[in-house]
């Protein structure tokens, strides 16, 4: 019975498994959409009656999704604090919550509800592809993570020095200078903070070719490991 339910539930290539996986994915889908559907003002009691008995239902079923899973896992434990499994007890742990709250303070447990968008990534092979490779490229993005957070912070100095004596309002600590070197290294530039030196003005050209640089790095790396996962798959 056992590995019956294994051949089911965990990804295998016959027609039950993937029957199972559509309708969890088929699940995810209409929760999520639910989900938002409940943020939609002067909604009427019988919707609302409508979206909370599909709530019910994604949940028990989700509910037993997972300790099927937790059932048919060879090491439950390692299952259980993996990724996937704290992403399936994430998914369904707002609904169990909710019942011993205050329903005031039922908004603050909704935003955990996206979590099942995650559980797509179980049956997505694109995703698991994707997955994978940042795995594999978890060494170089952590040193660009590294590198990166070092430039914010120096050119957060850099452009506190510049206009903290002309803009002090602005500037007035490099902590507040910290959002003009995110915005600007990312090269989204909002506009509400901006430097009037030319110092200032030098100093940002520099760190906006810098921020071109940023955007596209880790985008090489990222393809880069995709295109070996690929490789590395097709050659199985």
């Not at 989700?62 to 998914?91: C, M, N, P, Q, T």
Request: charged fraction near 20%; glycine fraction near 4%; hydrophobic fraction near 50%.
């Amino acid at each position: 019975m056992k590995q019956y339910l294994k051949n089911i539930v965990e990804i295998n290539d016959n027609k039950k498994s993937r029957v199972f996986a559509y309708c969890i994915q088929a699940l995810i889908l209409i929760s999520i959409v639910s989900f938002s559907f409940e943020t939609v003002p002067d909604l009427k009691p019988f919707t609302r009656k409508v979206l909370r008995a599909i709530e019910i239902f994604c949940v028990v079923v989700f509910s037993i999704e997972y300790l099927l899973r937790i059932y048919v896992a060879d090491h439950k434990g390692k299952f259980i604090f993996s990724f996937y499994g704290i992403i399936d007890f994430l998914a369904i742990l707002p609904f169990y919550l909710s019942l011993g709250i205050d329903l005031r303070s039922l908004r603050a447990l909704r935003f955990l509800r996206l979590f099942r968008i995650l559980k797509l990534m179980r049956y997505n092979r694109a995703i698991r592809h994707f997955t994978k490779a940042i795995s594999m490229a978890k060494e170089e993005i952590l040193l660009f993570l590294i590198v990166t957070l070092i430039l914010i912070y120096f050119s957060a100095v850099g452009i506190y020095y510049f206009e903290h004596e002309v803009q002090p309002e602005n500037f007035s600590s490099i902590f507040d200078s910290l959002w003009w070197a995110i915005i600007t290294l990312t090269t989204v530039g909002y506009g509400d903070v901006y430097p009037i030196t030319a110092g200032g003005k030098v100093f940002t050209f520099f760190i906006l070719m810098i921020g071109l640089g940023i955007v596209a790095i880790p985008t090489g790396i990222i393809s880069s490991a995709l295109t070996k996962s690929v490789d590395k798959k097709e050659t199985e």
